[in-house]
């Protein structure tokens, strides 16, 4: 998830009832996981489950969190998920400095996967998590039974541009450090859910419950190393995919245009392309049942069993 450039114009209406946010006391945990350094930096995962491997990337913004509804109900079709928080997200490592870009994130899958085992899965990534996979699938086509891309960030166009208010010197700074915690991930939520009344009660404390320790810093520097080093080499790039690919995107996506998901169907070979009516950026957290109800089968027929 991200806020988007104009998020300190909502924040007079949302800062007031952010300061009776829900007591991180009392939510619930989530599954336990493990804690690997790679490439010198801890990274947080989980392995759960047993069968074909199901990798589940998230977005920027967003952590392992994203996934709660649908890596259960993977886990219960009998295949083994892997999901992480990357680094800065999540209970990952959040260090300063150019360790963000996407070229980046994806060395450290590969060594994440290679450390593991995991020879072969199925990638499922949601937003900046589906810029990754496209790099993963790009770069190791063996390695890649199947490919679901959600509301995906695939080109400069859509979530990777407008990069004025993240490379303007100190305004995302300044602007962020003003704004509490809380009236952040309030925003960013209800920029990402099309239906708000569907943001569960306990979802915002269990993001903020991870947005200590540099978090919002680290937000920043992955939003100013976004775009990849040769963006147009990336994005030839996606006519070359020749696994089983499922595009799905929420209709009422504002933050990247449906209009992006039909360009990528049209560029990788034999692409599927679902649009989910009523729903916004964040189907996994906003509709996890639609999602399963194309994602299961696709899985099934791509041979991810």
């Known amino acids: 998830m991200k806020p988007a450039p104009a998020l300190w114009l909502s924040a007079a209406s949302i800062i007031p009832a952010c300061c009776r946010g829900p007591d991180l006391s009392k939510l619930p945990p989530l599954p336990p996981g493990r804690v690997m350094e790679i490439g010198g930096h801890k990274l947080f995962f989980r392995q759960t489950g047993s069968g074909p491997d199901v990798v589940l990337l998230h977005g920027l913004g967003d952590s392992s969190v994203g996934w709660q509804f649908v890596e259960p109900e993977l ?127 306990s979802l915002e404390g269990m993001y903020l419950r991870e947005a200590t320790g540099g978090r919002i810093a680290a937000l920043i520097a992955q939003q100013r190393q976004l775009v990849p080093k040769d963006p147009e080499k990336w994005e030839r790039g996606h006519r070359t995919i020749r696994a089983p690919t499922l595009i799905l995107w929420g209709r ?54």
């Open 75 to 201: 886990v219960k079709a009998g295949y083994r998920v892997l999901v992480w928080d990357a680094l800065g997200a999540g209970q990952s490592a959040r260090p300063g400095g150019h360790h963000y870009g996407i070229e980046a994130h994806l060395e450290r899958l590969e060594k994440l996967l290679d450390a593991l085992g995991v020879r072969r899965a199925a990638f499922v990534g949601h937003s900046l998590g589906g810029s990754v996979a496209l790099f993963f699938a790009q770069r190791h086509p063996g390695r890649v039974r199947a490919l679901c891309l959600v509301d995906a960030a695939a080109y400069r166009e859509g979530v990777m541009g407008g990069r004025w208010f993240w490379n303007a010197p100190l305004l995302a700074d300044i602007v962020l450090g003003i704004l509490p915690t809380r009236a952040i991930i309030r925003i960013a939520l209800r920029q990402n859910f099309h239906d708000r009344a569907k943001i569960p009660a």
């Open 252 to 305: 009422e996506d504002r933050m990247v245009p449906v209009a992006q998901g039909e360009r990528l169907a049209k560029e990788i070979a034999g692409a599927r392309f679902v649009i989910l009516p009523n729903v916004g950026h964040s189907s996994p957290l906003e509709a996890p049942q639609a999602l399963l109800e194309h994602l299961l089968p696709f899985l099934k027929e791509s041979g991810s069993e």
